[in-house]
């Protein structure tokens, strides 16, 4: 989890019930620094952190339907590559995600702290959309489960929506007494859609078309350094479209979240409503609108031993034109896990789930050793 202290400094953490394990980084908000690498590798700096976070991942499915294959096992192997720096008011920040698949630049931003508790940043940055990208980024050992929320995924996951822009993020907070309410808000290119949403890259920003994709999230924190919050969020974009997608596709997103922990025992959570409009040319277009939201507990027994669950649900799916679009979608899902920490570097990770898909279902058992390293 990601949060954010009032002198410039970024805790790295991964909240697991009332356990806190803390990963000292630099100042970061979520994202990396431009252009100046020879610069940053020069020039003085008063915090800087490079980690490593590697994963190892397993799943079997079984009882999978017909429609879409399904391979039975997969292997899979990822790093995800965090850097960041502060120089005095300036930060930058950056994240690297490996596979076996692709490298892709997540995120890559550069930021000035404008005032005390504002930041101001430019570059590929997470849209400020729910509580999961609030807390995380692509590394899997911050997170006490395997899985994301089918909702939460990234774009190059099978996500449905925009999670990364190309822009300005303008991150602020304001003190009441012992309670504090903060505010994202995010403007910037979004993705295009082709087989799959597709993110710019900021690498070659000429590459396909992007249009305005604009991000609000609000949070309340009763106590201005405890972990309880409650939020809304709005996102609405243009998503062109390319090949034999529709032409366009104008998206809006409204939502609210909360995490609550007392002891031992967190739970979090989101809704989401989602309306969509397709153009699909020549005059053509369709409409819908669903609803996606879900749930998830832990209990963190043992300093470590954390027991978790999740249930995920969608509602207005069936006849949606947008979620057509995405057949691998995961519409339902039950699933219990238990996360076994071998030290305060490397975990293992086990995962049970009933997983519904708009075509399909199957059960499915993850097994994942995730690091944070050094």
Known sequence: MISFASK???LVHQNMGAKNRLLRTPWCSRGLAGGALIFCLLTPVAYAELILFPSLNLSQRTDSGT????????????ADLFYSRDFGRLRVLGELLLSEKEADLERLQVGWQALPETTLWLGRFHTPLGYWHAQYHHGSFLETSISHPAITNYED???????????????TSKNYGASSLNMDLGLGAGPELRQQLEAMDVLSPGTGRHKLNASLRIAYHPDALGPRVIGVFLNHSRIPGAGPAPR???????GLYANWEKADVRLFGAAF???NRLDRGNGGTEQGSFVSAY????????????????VEGAQGVDNDPYLALFPNFVRDRTMTGVRFDLSDKHALKLEVANIRRNRDHYRQINLQWSAALP
């Open 295 to 310: 749930l998830q507990g832990e209990w963190n027994h043992h300093p470590q031993w954390t027991f978790y669950g999740r």
């Open 157 to 171: 996951n099978g996500g449905i929506l925009p999670t990364h822009a190309t822009g300005l993020l303008v991150q």
């Open 273 to 275: 409503a989602v309306a």
């Open 8 to 10: 410039g400094q970024c």
């Open 67 to 78: 429609e879409i294959d399904l391979d039975d096992r997969e292997l899979g192997v990822g």
């Open 248 to 254: 366009e596709v104008e998206l809006s997103v409204a």
